[in-house]
């Protein structure tokens, strides 16, 4: 297919905007159901959701269009997101918000005698991603439309997303999300686009009739990246950025050739083998598997998507390609880019620059975020996998290697150790790409993601590379989109923070710190919308949750909530040791002053996780067996909510009470749900670890229940820690595991949790679970004492509201933009 001609496109009259009133959106709305999806009033509610789906999509066009065409226009530098992550959730009520239509949508809904509710209810979540990395992804890009930066996003446009989980017997198990079946309003599909991606074959070397040495990839099984674009709209202020997701298809000559061959079948099968590519998103989230096909999908993203970067570029000289484009890393994942970009540069027939002049462009364009010091989640690739299925890469990834190497010798010489830890090979019988390495030495800028992970960073993980370049070295502290974490999920408030700080915190959210006057000042009425207003959100929760779970959550009790990944190092088992002491508080009549809690764990463990698994089974054994007794009644509550997503999220953090945040210091890079939680008001328990000490910064001490060791404490006590000597001083601990120990939650399964239990008496429990218990202990009922004060609570609550301002994501894009991508505003 042609391409179409840019200058052409811009030339033409610019678009008008379609009306927004209620009775032409009434209109479009029914054309689309009976016109072009042939459905009729009274079908399957779907079917409503997408006729106005498109109908958004419409009014979406004309500034999707001019946002294009400025940036066409003023040549302006840009910003490439490379993600194999975007984890977006719905889409509808975020574009009614941002074009601020959301009242005559109201009103046309009306002719269908259908709300706005049980509409969006019908969307499927995008659910392309698998937790913090993916969503923080989807958060940048909201933020950098809000903030009218020309940013593309590049991922990839997977069949399956990330699996719905549902529980059998107390255990997990997968189910595949199959979220486009019934199709995806969203996207545009653009085929005049489609990039061709290689794999395998062999490379040739050869001179050029001007004597110079060039290589060749040839013998190639080449694959179509074809693209999808979905719109980001910015809030109120008409950019329409591009989410471009990658899917594969198999080539035509593909197709060809090997049907005419005559093994049809086989030709089938090998097709599909190449369409496999974007079939479904891997869902570790801390684990590198190794897996053949997820390199596959690495390379096929960001060949895909430097090659669109490089089309679009068009004919300007190449030495001023880093002038105008950066492209910014979602951790390792995209990191085969510092070489492809490489070997676009060297080999491409129209290029072919020389080593130096390409590495110079390659260096001044790359910038890398680290997501994770956790080493088992490194990304490491066999050179002997690199070879087979990239084998020009890996020659490449050689060559910068070699020199490299010579520059670090030069600076230390005789330091053999030193080069070989700084190697991008790791020796060894099998010998690996190191990932990390290769996005290192690439890039201009290497970031971690909140202050304490990058210092992290610098002073373990990263040290070699931070003492040859600190300058690169750089701190990002993540943050969430306050329209979708506050406006969208939390109506009532949002309306109250409309009344009080007037209408633009949406975009400003430093403003809500001028509530903090209001925490103290005895504004009795304040206090008791804030309350009426927690209490309202508080139902809608209890209602999701009796729903899924068939437990009654009073609405008067503490919410208690810890919703993310589950993973040894996060210490959901933290959560329940304490949840079973108050257990057996209870069962000892050890409950003056009891406060009423309800506990809400939920997450998904990667399938091939079998401890994580196992804790999923401990958690409902555990709810099982409390919510079932008499004895405890009302007193406490524990769910494991199922199939815990972006959507969900939206029901729970607005709900909670405490926020549980209790990692093992440093650990967490920085967690993004504490964000979230923080923003709607409620009050975090949590370790000093990652973000949650920026948080503690910001609402000051007395406003966070801190407790456990840090990071420096962990890391000191780790070579002799004792979990035993814990065990021993603390009779609550004994009593917790002297329960677990009797089977009272194996049901009829004796010796169920032994594997849990031997791994937290462990002295090489890397997450030193036991060291930590008391102190969280002491500060649950320091929580408790302040619950106790309905008033002193209401006013942490709104103090933690108002001082969330700075975990906007459009702070942390500001700043990305300010110190790595120096980008021009469109506005
Ligand atoms: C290769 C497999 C794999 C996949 C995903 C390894 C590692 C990951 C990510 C690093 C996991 C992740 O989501 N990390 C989280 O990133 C968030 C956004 O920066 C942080 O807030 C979380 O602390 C971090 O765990």
């Known amino acids: 297919m042609a391409e179409p001609h840019h200058a052409i496109v811009c030339a033409l009259p610019s678009m008008p905007a379609l009306p927004t009133d209620d009775e032409t959106l009434s ?129 990839l446009r997977y069949e399956y997303g990330m699996f719905h989980q549902h529980i059998e017997n107390g255990y997990q198990v997968e189910d595949p999300d199959h979220w486009m079946r019934d199709g995806h309003p969203w996207e545009v599909e653009r085929p005049e686009y489609t990039q061709t991606v290689r794999f395998c074959g062999r490379t040739e070397h050869f001179v050029d009739p001007e004597g110079k040495p060039h290589a060749r990839w040839i013998e190639t099984e080449d694959v179509l990246a074809v693209p999808y674009d979905v719109p980001v709209s910015g809030y109120r202020n008409r950019i329409v950025n591009t989410l471009r997701l990658w899917s594969a298809s198999a080539t035509d000559e593909f197709n060809l050739k090997e049907f005419n061959a005559g093994d049809y079948a086989d030709s089938v099968a090998s097709k599909n083998q190449a369409e496999n590519i974007t079939m479904v998103l891997y869902p570790n989230d801390a684990n590198e598997n190794g897996k053949e096909l997820r390199l596959r999908q690495q390379y096929f993203l960001t060949s895909a998507s430097l090659q669109d970067a490089f089309r679009q570029y068009e004919q300007r000289p190449l030495s001023e390609f880093a002038d105008h484009n950066v492209f910014q890393l979602n951790d390792t994942h995209p990191s085969i880019a510092v070489a492809e970009m490489m070997r676009i540069l060297l080999d491409d027939p129209d290029k072919r620059l020389e080593w130096n002049e390409a590495w110079a462009i390659t260096t001044r364009c790359m910038a890398y975020t680290n997501h994770t010091l956790l080493p088992e989640a490194l990304e490491r690739w066999p050179v002997k996998l690199f070879n087979c299925l ?230 409902n054994n555990v709810a099982g067996v409390i919510n079932n007794d008499p004895a405890v009644g009302n007193r406490l509550k524990l769910v494991f909510l199922p199939n815990y997503g972006v959507t969900k999220m939206m029901t729970i953090c607005p709900a909670a009470d405490l926020s549980e945040q209790i990692s093992t210091a440093g650990k967490e890079a920085s967690g993004t749900g504490n964000m979230k939680f923080m923003m709607n008001g409620a009050i975090t328990i949590g370790t000093y670890d990652g973000a949650n000490i920026e948080i503690m910064d910001a609402v000051g001490e007395d406003n966070f229940f801190l407790f456990g060791l840090r990071a420096d404490e962990v890391q000191a006590m780790r070579a002799n820690y004792r979990p035993q000597h814990f065990i021993d001083n603390d009779p609550d601990l004994q009593a917790v595991l002297r329960l677990l120990d009797s089977d009272h939650f194996s049901g009829m399964e004796p010796g169920l949790f032994r594997g849990i239990l031997d791994s937290l008496r462990s002295p090489q429990d890397p997450w030193m679970t036991l060291a930590d218990f008391r102190s969280y202990v002491d500060a649950q009922q320091r929580a408790e004492a302040v619950w106790r004060d309905h008033d002193q609570w209401t006013r942490m609550s709104i103090r933690n509201c108002a001082a969330s301002g700075g975990f906007s994501t459009d702070r942390t894009i500001a700043e990305y933009n300010d110190e790595i991508w120096r980008l021009p505003s469109l506005a």
């Open 27 to 155: 209109r479009d709305i029914q054309r689309y159901l009976e016109y072009h999806l042939g459905r009729y009033l009274g079908c399957n509610q779907y079917y409503l959701y997408e006729a106005l789906a498109y109908t958004i999509r419409d009014r979406i066009m004309a500034d999707w269009r001019n946002t294009w065409c400025l940036k066409k226009k003023n040549n302006s530098r840009r910003a490439h997101y490379l993600s194999l992550e975007f984890l977006i959730g719905r889409s509808l009520g975020n574009h009614l918000l941002n074009l601020d239509i959301r009242e005559p949508v109201d009103e046309a809904l009306k002719d269908f005698a259908i709300s706005l509710e049980e509409l969006r209810d019908t969307e499927p979540d995008a659910g392309l991603g698998n937790g913090g990395l993916g969503r923080l992804a989807a958060c940048f890009m909201d933020s950098c439309a809000t903030l009218a930066l020309p940013v593309t996003g590049y991922g």
């Open 390 to 619: 990239l084998p020009r890469l890996l020659e490449i990834i050689y060559e910068i290697n070699a020199r490299f190497l010579a520059d670090v010798r030069q600076r230390w010489p005789g330091d053999t150790d030193r080069v070989r830890r700084m190697s991008l090979i790791e020796e060894g019988p099998d010998p690996q790409v190191r990932m990390a390495w290769l996005a290192i030495v690439g890039s201009f800028s290497v970031n971690g993601v909140a202050a304490l992970h990058s210092d992290l960073l610098k002073e373990g993980l990263f040290r070699d590379f931070y003492e040859l370049w600190p300058e690169r070295f750089n701190n990002k502290t993540n943050g969430v989109t306050p329209r979708r974490w506050l406006a969208i999920a939390n109506p009532p408030l949002a309306e109250l923070l409309t009344e009080q700080l007037g209408d633009g915190w949406q975009a400003d959210l430093g403003r809500l710190q001028k509530m903090e006057p209001l925490a103290d000042n005895g504004d009795v009425a304040f206090h008791r919308r804030w309350r009426e207003i927690r209490l309202h959100n508080k139902r809608r929760l209890a209602q999701l949750v009796e729903a899924e779970t068939g437990v009654a959550f009073d609405p008067n009790a503490l919410f208690d909530i810890q919703v993310k990944r589950i993973h040894e190092y996060k210490r959901q088992l933290l959560n329940v040791l304490h949840v079973i002491h108050l257990y057996n508080r209870i069962r000892q009549g050890d409950t003056a002053n009891w406060v009423d809690r309800c506990v809400l764990i939920g997450g998904k463990a990667a399938p091939g996780y079998i401890r994580a698994k196992e804790i999923i089974k401990l958690i």
